[in-house]
């Protein structure tokens, strides 16, 4: 099985968190809501490849204002490729905090919608299971 060290952030902005949905067809957890990131690659440290991953998926415009390590778990996932083929992968969750200094975000085609949502409107998203566990252990749902 191969293993996937993933950089995590959990981005908020004037008391909002940043969702992206997964599109329906692809993913570790197809068509439900979940927080941006991606694995590192060989030879990058945590906050580059964290950097890049944020500006990949959500483009260059989104300023970041502070970034700060929060927890860490693991799991072993199934992830369906675009083909259609699937991988179990066991997933090493690295997980930040990530100020945002503004809400202006490009995601590319690895989602299909995003959302700003308020904690208290979170329980309203089909948040895929790590992320709601994410939210849960931060105390928000």
């Known amino acids: 099985m191969r293993q996937r060290v993933i950089v995590c952030p959990l981005i908020s902005n004037a008391g909002a968190y940043l969702l992206c949905r997964m599109p329906k067809d692809r993913g570790v957890f197809p068509g439900t809501w979940a927080l941006s990131g991606g694995g590192m690659e060989p030879g990058e440290r945590i906050e580059e490849a964290l950097r890049r991953e944020i500006a990949e998926e959500l483009g260059p415009k989104l300023e970041i204002s502070s970034i ?16 259609g083929s699937t991988e179990e992968i066991y997933m090493i969750y690295l997980i930040f905090d990530v100020e945002a200094a503004n809400r202006d975000v490009e995601i590319n085609d690895e989602f299909d919608d995003l959302a700003w949502v308020k904690p208290e409107d979170l329980g309203a998203y089909e948040l895929n299971e790590a992320t709601r566990l994410t939210f849960a252990h931060k105390g928000l749902l």
Request: proline share 12%.
């Open 68 to 83: 700060t390590p929060w927890t860490f778990r693991d799991d072993t996932r199934t992830k369906t490729y675009p083909d």
